[in-house]
Structures are given as C-alpha cells and as structure tokens.
C-alpha cells in the first residue's frame, strides 16, 4: 500500500490484470499470464518490484518479478517443499483421515520481509517459506513445518490447510503474525526461528464443545491491522469477528455487525485504528450478498458501530462473493478496491461512501493489490 | 537415444523443444533434459519428483504406469511424449 495510489493489480482465474488511475477516472490498462491463474501477487514498495504466483492449471505454480510494473516479467525459482525424508511420517489430516501433502498446491501468501529483497510466502498446505533474494531462492520455514501443531490444522473451504494471512510488524520487522484456514494465528518474534500458537478468546462453531476456544482449530478468514497501530487486529473468522487490542494474544467477539458477520476479506485504515472495512456475505452455508444486496461494511469507533455502505453497489440479485485477499486500501486510507468471484471490481476515493464499478466483465478475483 | 518431445502448450511457457537424450528410463532422461533446460524440471514433476497430477508421459504410445520414480523402461529409438491431461475450465 501507498499514498495516492494511481495503480491497481488484480490476480484473477484468468491472467493477471492491470488497471490505472489518470485524470478522467480508473481504467483496465494491460494483462499478463492471459488464461493463467493468478491466486497472489505483490506490489513490493520498497523497490517497485511486481511479483506474481502464476498456477498452471496443468504446470503448477510458477514465481515471476517485474521490474517495470508488469511490462515484462522473467521467472524465479517457486518456493518448493524440500525432498521429504523417507523416515518422517505423514502428518494425517484428522477430518479426511488422509497425509498432508509434501508438495506445493498454491501460493496463498505473499509479503515483504525485514531487508531488501527478502519475502515470505505462505501456501497451501500450510507451508511457510522465506527468501532473502527476491525470489531467486526459498527456503522452508521448517521450525513451523515440523511443530506438532500442525497436525491440528485442517481443511477449509480448501482441501488442505493453507496460510493465507502474513503480517510483518513496522515497528519491528522481525515480529510476523501468520494467520491459517483452519491453525489459528502464529506469532514469531525472532523472524520465523520459532512459533507459539496465539489467540485466546476466538470461538469456532465447527468443532465439538471442549475445543470450541483452542486457538489451534480457529479458522480466521483473514486478519489486518494498521501500519500505526499493529497492536490493533481486527479479524473476520469463519462465524464471526473478533477484535485485538494487543498484537493478537487476547480476541474479543463483536457481536453487533450490519448486516453481517459472516465474510472473508476485512482491511484496516492505515492511520486509524477505529476504522477497518469488511464485505459481508450472508453466512457460512450461503455465500452470497446479503439480500441480493452488495455492501462494504464500515465500522469508525473501534466496533461499536457498524454501517453498511451501498452507494454505488448493486442494490437488487446481486450475488457476489469477495474472497479473502480481495479488498485493498491505499496508505492514506481514501482509496479502496474491491473485486468478486463474478468478476466485478468497484472503487472508492472517498474510504467507502461511495463506490464506482471498474468493470463488470472480469474473470473470478483472486487477489486485488494497489501499488 | 530416445527421443523426448514435450506438448506445444508447454513450449509456450517455457523451453521446451525436441531432444534426443540418453537413458534407459524415463526418469533416465528426463533427467537429461532438465540438465539442458533446468526451467523445464518444475513444469513436469512436482517438488518431490512424481509427474505432475495434469501432466500424462507416453512412451512408445502407453502412459507410463510409475509416475512416482519414472523406472518405466525406454529403448534406444523410443519416443517419449510428455503431453497435457485433459481438464480444467
């Protein structure tokens, strides 16, 4: 994210799509990948690198950087599961019954580390790499690889569990938080050397009554804090939203959303830890706009409140979904971007009151990122 | 040596072209390829080095049955097709 953004990437089911703010208004502009999905991407701010995960529906994902903003792209090494040791055994997934993979599915996580050209990258099934090459090199993070944990992680709305969430701390960019469909939230403060399962006070439906509050079933759809105050986490959870006031140890539950608690994607203002904006959909069972009517959520006094913001947004059998990684804000918590699986993109500039639609004729949206 | 030839969707992703290679196996040359094109590696075999799920390896006209290790057995003059499985939307 930066202030005053005037560029908008967007990994669809169908190719990597570009679109640009000038002086009349946002505009598509360019694609890359045409036809290949895009499940992540990452504007690197710090040296304008474009970084993509390009999965071939038959070739597996691949890793490419841009260093012109999406003109040209060259490849770079995938992050890649180490041979598995012939005397390891299978961690089992306790709901299918079936091992783990030991291989690649999806790039589901994408961030900027502490120095230059150092990333972390999350995937499914719940593997977390690092590289401090811009992607030349990856190395997985075996500290949370082989924390017994793990094997409490399960499947979401995936078949395999995944990391989808990395947060790295600006006050301390060796603090990460990461966030698992369905592990819960880990923390490491000695940047990825070792893990402690976090998260006291976040409730799962989905489980049987004696482990309704393990912090290790949780199945957080997404977590976001602001850049100024990181020790503010807001979380939209599979059934419902909890609230962090310090850096994610304890949650709260919020009980008062409008129209809906139940979404994936929750981003928060950069500056102002009162302000964050989620998608709602109907529930877990229905994933659709809540009465045919699409809505950003806002909330401005920390959870209080919640409005609906409509302005703008299909009003009447809309049926769109926004998945996790599908809403963006910029630095100064104006602009905002969201896109649905049914491939419609909608603009604010003025932090959600009102909305215009980019386009309506988008492939499915995996990820949406300013740069 | 056999002969190794890879889907034109593949060629369009990466370097992919014909080569003729040494080997006993398909692993065998497999193997030989990537060492001419290590690109082409990730695009066939996932990271533990089984065929990738959509991806269906021919010799001689018959799918090779172990895509886990390639041991499958090839002639000096067979061919090796490496083709795409048909799926996806």
Not at chain 1, 38 to 66: C, I, N, Q, W
Request: proline share 7%; with cysteine; aromatic share 10%.
């Amino acid at each position: 994210m930066k202030t005053m953004s005037t560029k908008l990437y967007l990994g669809t089911r169908k190719g990597l799509i570009e679109a640009e703010r000038s002086a009349t208004g946002w505009r598509i502009t360019r694609n890359s990948f045409l036809g290949v999905q895009v499940p992540m991407l990452l504007p690197d701010a710090r040296d304008g690198t474009l970084y993509a995960a390009v999965e071939h529906g038959h070739f597996g994902t691949k890793f490419h950087a841009s260093l012109d903003a999406g003109a040209s792209w060259e490849e770079r090494a995938c992050p890649a599961f180490p041979p598995k040791p012939e005397d390891t055994p299978d961690v089992v997934n306790f709901v299918s019954q079936q091992p783990i993979p030991w291989d690649l599915k999806k790039v589901w996580a994408l961030e900027a580390g502490a120095a230059p050209g150092e990333l972390w990258c999350g995937t499914l099934p719940g593997g977390l790499f690092h590289s401090l090459d811009g992607g030349a090199s990856w190395q997985l993070v075996e500290s949370l690889w082989n924390d017994p944990g793990r094997a409490n992680w399960m499947g979401g709305g995936a078949d395999w569990p995944g990391i989808h969430t990395i947060l790295v701390d600006p006050r301390n960019r060796h603090r990460l938080l990461i966030a698992v469909s369905c592990g819960g939230v880990w923390e490491s403060t000695d940047n990825g050397s070792s893990w402690t399962n976090i998260g006291s006070g976040i409730r799962a439906e989905y489980v049987p009554p004696e482990q309704v509050y393990d912090p290790g079933i949780q199945d957080p759809h997404r977590i976001a804090w602001s850049t100024a105050a990181p020790d503010t986490i807001w979380m939209q959870h599979h059934n419902g939203i909890f609230h962090s006031t310090d850096g994610g140890k304890n949650w709260r539950e919020i009980l008062n959303a409008n129209p809906s608690n139940f979404g994936f994607a929750v981003a928060m203002h950069p500056q102002d830890p009162q302000t964050a904006w989620f998608v709602p959909g109907i529930k877990d069972e229905l994933r659709v706009a809540c009465d045919g009517a699409l809505c950003v959520m806002r909330t401005r006094d920390g959870g209080q409140t919640f409005e609906p913001l409509r302005h703008g947004l299909p009003q009447e059998h809309a049926y769109h979904l926004v998945y996790r990684h599908c809403l963006d804000v910029t630095g100064d918590g104006r602009t905002l971007a969201f896109g649905s699986t049914t491939g419609s993109v909608w603009i604010s500039e003025n932090g959600g009151d009102s909305w215009d639609r980019l386009s309506a004729d988008l492939p499915p949206v995996y990820c949406l990122r300013f740069g | 040596m056999p002969t190794v030839q890879f889907t034109a969707n593949l060629a369009s992703q990466t370097a992919a072209p014909v080569c003729q290679v040494a080997g006993a196996t398909v692993r065998e040359a497999l193997n030989a390829v990537f060492t001419q094109h290590p690109t082409l590696r990730s695009y066939v075999l996932d990271d533990q080095g089984a065929i990738r799920q959509h991806v269906v390896v021919f010799v001689d006209g018959t799918a090779i049955t172990d895509r886990q290790k390639q041991a499958d057995a090839v002639r000096p003059d067979s061919e090796i097709f490496v083709m795409q499985a048909l799926s996806g939307g």
